[in-house]
């Protein structure tokens, strides 16, 4: 057996190739310093014009200046998402020459070349959506009812084996869960494009009106300030794909109230919320299972910083939000996974709040050992 390339020349393959990926290593920090400087000028330019906004005599012209302020913003949201794109071409390159190079470096059969590797073609982002707040009042007004809800929670608990769907029913009706709610099968794509770019709760337990000059209002049932949600929305897309998590679990910890919240205990280290972080490998969830939109751009604290003073904008009547595109959470994102999360009162069993997949992109979740 004979390596592709040996000695002086094998180590100048191997240090091309180490190159390469310290190069695609970089590149996070890279976006965050762009992303930085490009959201500094907007701040600035956007500080100047509200300010002349301010300090403007007549409404008309408050209007007209508060809409410049916006488009700006909006600007910068295309210049993020332009760049988070690019930088997506640029790492499949890099890390598609890293890979020829390394297959330069591998043993081959004597008399036998290296095995060629066959380029991928670069990754298409997918088109970008932008909707209108009548958009949103539409499908606010065809938000899935209490009965709706209840079939997908039926459908749901119809996928655990029998010995634990009693138990799943339990938590899926609890009166603190909204894991089927907010991210069931049953809803659609517009739903989670009204959520993100509009602050609509799909759920439909926060509330939601558009006013009479064009701006939204959002707001939280429980608590306050708007409908929580970033920059990123989705749901599960079949009863089976929602139960697959929690199955997973379950099974784990033990088919009954008790033996779960042994289990539990066991986690929440005295504290009365408990958050699990699944990874797909251990629940079975893949990319056909689930439906996510997510705002381009956002992979920088600045790009999701600036994105989200967009949105507060046409939130405000301004003009429109910044768009949202298709998202494939387990082939693009960081560390993709399955979030359920648990809350409990002294003496009291604990209760599901909500089941959904993320990805954890600011790593700041450990992935739960079953």
Known sequence: MTSGNDGADGDGVRHAAESLRAALDALPDLAEHLDGAVRARIDATTGAVEAAAAAAPAAEIRRSLLGTAHEIRLLGTHLTATREDTFAEVAHTLTQHADEIDALLRPAPDGAGAAPVVPAPPPVPAPSVQTSALDAAAVQ??????????????????????????????????????????????????????????????????????????????????????????????????????????????????????????????????????????????????????????????????????????????????????????????????????????????????????????DDTKNTMRYTEL
Do not use: C
């Open 141 to 358: 007004r065809q938000l899935p009812d209490a009965a709706a809800q209840r079939r997908a929670i039926n459908q749901v608990v119809a996928q655990f084996p029998p010995m634990l769907q009693h138990l799943a029913r339990t938590l899926l009706l609890g009166h603190s869960s909204h894991a089927v709610e907010r991210h069931g099968h049953h809803l659609r794509r517009d739903h989670q494009i009204a959520r993100v770019q509009w602050r609509l709760d799909p759920a439909g337990v926060d509330g939601w009106r558009l006013n009479s000059d064009g701006s939204a209002e959002s707001w939280r049932k429980h608590g306050n300030g708007p409908h929580g949600v970033g920059t990123a929305a989705g749901n599960y897309a079949s009863p089976h794909a929602v139960a697959r998590p929690l199955i997973a679990l379950l099974e784990a910890a033990g088919r009954t109230q008790a033996a779960l919240d042994g289990y539990l205990n066991g986690k929440a280290n005295g504290q009365t919320v408990v958050k699990l972080f699944l990874h797909p490998s251990d629940t079975g969830i893949t990319t056909a299972d689930l439906h996510t939109v997510r705002a381009p751009g956002t992979d920088t604290i600045a790009g999701a910083s600036m994105w989200d003073d967009a949105r507060e904008g046409s939130m405000a009547g301004h003009g429109d939000p910044p768009a949202v595109r298709e998202y494939d959470t387990i082939g693009q994102g960081d560390r993709p996974g399955s979030m359920i999360m648990f809350v409990r009162r002294p003496n009291q069993p604990w209760r599901l709040v909500t089941s959904y997949f993320m």
